[in-house]
């Protein structure tokens, strides 16, 4: 009896322990944690979508699409629903059987890279046709958890023609994520990577919208609690006409190098070509690691936009700066004549003109006609490498034209105080004799050349050169003397009607520039011309740099000359 009784004693204290902890377990979960336990209930029948805003459309001058959104479809998700190796590998297995190679560890990444809240819908397969979402949708055994969401696609209608200045977008990166953090992003939102989409990202983006849902147990939808539209990015219009800018690059075409035309009073660039080119549209749509490293590793650099980031030595196109120069320092004049006899000789090194035998006794206009290069050694010493570069900085070589345009080099003015940072050495006069010919350590980008000659035919006003229709800004006079800049006005429209660069003025409208041709250490010398139409009431300007052209006055020139003649007549 006594066992029995110790039995039910110990059998009554183990029942109070267990009411004991079952009503410290109530209380813990109803009172103590009872609004962290509500939370969570009410957050799990609530799902947040986020729907990504069309962006703004782009443009050319004439209303021609450049970019544009198509419809296309996303797998979208919860992290609680794709937390097991289990569901993704099922997951895989399911798209692959339909087409789509998502292996696991893509499916791992892409998860990772967008878990910022349990609860928070994200983006597991984008870019999805209407076919294939329907397929997914059919198949029995796709997780009832997943949902499509029909999300907005950026298309290039003229793809390569023009990807140099529109860029791409593509899904942000963890990194830029971080960067951005206090701009409203989100793993998988699309973010412009370069160009024009890249420059106004924060016009063209437009505002997310948002849609609460009530779900049940399964996560299906209930009903809908509150939702924000997106609100379309603004669209942008260029100034870009597409009509030149095929030209141009058709004109390119088997070449590297640059071509573009700009307005010589706004600034507003009308065609503005990089060869080689390349295609926007798949870096948009998703390439594969290797797809983007071959990219990157091709040796011509088909994304590097060498009409703003290629440096070159404007060789004898640099003339006309050094006779404006020269003119405004009073160093030379009509009168000033000098003697070529195919060479100058300084110490035991000899600088030779292009033409061996020597062009005679020139004055600064047949200096220019004749791309006499003995002339212009002569002028550079008597100026004097400070003057230069004070004419230089006045007509801000050496720093970026401010296109709106991300990537843009400022080229080089060089100089003696950059040449002792540089290679700790001083400046020699043989530096300034390579100068004066925009040869030795002047690099300038083909924007720049076109903005010197553009202040040349406008008399004298710096513009700023924009794509975006409104990114006019109010052109800088830089007070260069309208009688000595007639000068070179001459000058140049010898160089075309009865100079070097003929073969620039064969296609029916009248042009001046000047030609010009780079050494290049790394194979067939540069060729080059820059020039203005009509010359005697200029627009526009344009200019051409191919690599390993060899001659400007052949292979540059006629280039200039067809696409001024084209923007004249359209």
């Known amino acids: 009896m006594e066992i029995l009784d110790s039995r039910l004693k110990l059998f009554m204290y183990l029942m109070t322990l267990s009411v004991c902890v079952l009503i410290g377990g109530l209380y813990f979960c109803q009172i103590y944690q009872g609004d962290r336990y509500i939370r969570l209930a009410h957050n799990n029948r609530l799902r947040m979508i986020r729907s990504a805003a069309p962006r703004g459309e782009i ?223 798949p870096l948009t749509w998703g390439v594969s690691g290797r797809e983007w490293n071959s990219i990157m590793n091709n040796p011509d650099r088909p994304m590097l936009d060498r009409a703003i980031a290629g440096v070159y030595p404007p060789a004898s196109t640099f003339k006309a700066f050094m006779s404006i120069a020269a003119l405004e320092e009073n160093v ?48 550079g010493l008597r100026a004097g490498i400070d003057k230069l570069i004070k004419w230089g900085r006045k007509l801000r070589l050496g720093e970026p034209t401010g296109i709106d345009l991300p990537g843009e080099s400022g080229g080089n003015i060089a100089g003696p105080d950059w040449k002792m940072r540089r290679f700790k050495a001083q400046w020699a006069a043989g530096d300034t004799v390579n100068y004066s010919i925009g040869q030795g350590y002047v690099l300038m980008t083909p924007l720049q050349i076109a903005r010197v000659y553009a202040a040349i035919a406008n008399g004298g006003k710096l513009v700023t050169p924009h794509l975006n229709q409104k990114g006019y800004k109010t052109p800088e006079n830089i007070g260069i003397n309208p009688d000595k800049l007639a000068i070179v006005q001459k000058g140049l429209g010898y160089v075309v009607s009865r100079g070097t660069g003929s073969r620039a003025g064969r296609f029916g409208i009248s042009i001046a520039g000047k030609t010009g041709t780079a050494q290049n250490s790394h194979g067939d010398d540069h060729a080059l011309f820059a020039g203005y139409a009509p010359a005697e009431n200029p627009k526009y300007v344009a200019v051409a740099v191919v690599e390993g052209g060899k001659h400007g006055s052949s292979v540059a020139a006629p280039l200039v000359g067809q696409l001024l003649a084209h923007l004249l007549s359209h």
Not at 79 to 95: A, C, G, M, Q, Y
Not at 345 to 365: I, P
């Open 59 to 281: 443009f050319d001058r004439n209303g021609v699409p450049l970019a544009v959104n198509d419809t296309t479809f996303c797998i979208m998700g919860y992290p609680l629903d794709l937390n097991t190796p289990e569901k993704v590998s099922h997951l895989s297995k399911i798209l692959k059987r339909h087409g789509i190679p998502m292996e696991i560890s893509d499916l791992e990444k892409t998860i990772k890279q967008q878990r910022s809240a349990p609860y928070r819908v994200m983006k597991i397969v984008p870019n999805l046709t209407m076919t294939q979402m329907a397929e997914l949708v059919a198949d029995y055994e796709f997780p009832h958890e997943l949902f499509p969401l029909s999300v907005w696609r950026r298309t290039y209608p003229a793809g390569s023609t023009a990807a140099n200045i529109l860029g791409y977008v593509s899904e942000i990166s963890e990194k830029e994520l971080e960067a951005r953090a206090e701009e409203g992003y989100m793993g998988g939102d699309l973010i412009g990577k370069s160009g024009i989409e890249r420059a106004y990202e924060n016009i063209l983006r437009g505002s997310p919208g948002q849609e609460a849902l009530e779900v049940d147990a399964r996560g299906r939808k209930v009903r809908t609690l509150d939702s924000n539209p997106a609100v379309k990015g603004e669209n942008i219009t260029l100034t870009l006409d597409m009509g030149a800018q095929k030209l141009a690059v058709e004109l390119l075409k088997n070449n590297k190098g640059a071509l573009l035309a700009m307005d010589v009073h706004t600034g507003a660039v009308l065609a503005m070509a990089s060869s080689p080119v390349y295609d926007n549209n």
């Open 332 to 379: 030379i004049n009509t009168s000033t004549m000098i003697s070529c006899r195919g060479g100058l000789r300084m110490g035991s090194h000899l600088f030779k003109c292009w033409k061996h035998s020597g062009h005679g006794s020139l004055n600064v206009l047949g200096a220019l006609q004749h791309s006499c290069d003995v002339y212009f050694y002569q002028v």
